[in-house]
């Protein structure tokens, strides 16, 4: 149906679909209003400026942020594409210490530098067993976008990317799209708006308390300058430039995502906009974002 751009039976499928999903799990938006409130609250400039530096030392990690379906893993892949970066794909290691700690994320105001020290050294010592001899480790787990405060304290050196789209097209692609893991806010076209906006301000938090330290990339703009991006993007890991990033399509690599046969092939910009082919069937996002 999607090749024959039958589109409007193709949605019908969509939300038959995600109306079945949505029946086999509870969630709440309003819970996740409020770890957004706590989160904002926690990492204020005290907690960020006045404990700057104490981490681990370490210049490995590279963590690829962002919503799911916003570009993480082709930026992933052109990452992937040089000589001094491995690809890790989305890795539960930063969870699960985030979820070691009692009371997260008020408890982080109490971490000394000893055990942010510790808990950077940890976290890199995990990743270090999937490549023991690369430079650098990406991590591309999309949700780390809540954990950059937590990033900056324990692993300060760190390389934080911020993946970009266009919001209708990012939760567009969400809603078609069924996922592993518990991404309970993507079956839903208001919820997927309402979760959208709280990313948004927790960005826009993260922007203002640490400014320079994120680098946003466009999905739209990679796609039209995909060689200007990607020289930012290496610039900004300070990494040298390879052409192999160019051509990242030729990498092979375990790809374990929705996007692993778009990585496959050269940039394309078709999925650019591409909500507007359904605009009519979702008013109730496009009144949620706008």
Sequence with gaps: MYKRQDYDRAFDYYARGNELKRTTFAFDIAEEEAMTNRII?????????????????????????????????????????????????????????????????????????????????????????????????????????RHIGLIHLALPKAKILHCVRNPIDTCLSCYKTLFDGELNFAYDLDELGQYYKLYERLMNHWRAMLPGQVLDVSYEELVANQEFLSRQILDFCELPWETSCLNFYRTDRRIQTPSMVQVRQPIYTEAVRRWRKYEHRITPLIETLA
């Design 41 to 145: 609250e926690t990492f204020n400039k005290a907690c960020l400026k006045g404990r700057a530096d104490k981490g681990s030392t370490t210049e490995a990690p590279i963590f690829i942020t962002g919503l799911p379906r916003s570009g993480t893993t082709l930026i992933e892949q052109i990452l992937a594409s040089h000589s001094a970066v491995h690809g890790a794909g989305e890795r539960p290691e930063l969870l699960r210490l985030v979820r070691g700690i009692d009371q997260f994320p008020e408890a982080a105001k109490e971490l000394g530098p000893d055990k942010l020290a510790l808990l950077g050294k940890t976290y890199i010592e995990e990743m270090r067993r999937l490549a023991p001899k690369a430079a650098h480790v990406a991590d591309k787990l999309p949700h780390n976008f």
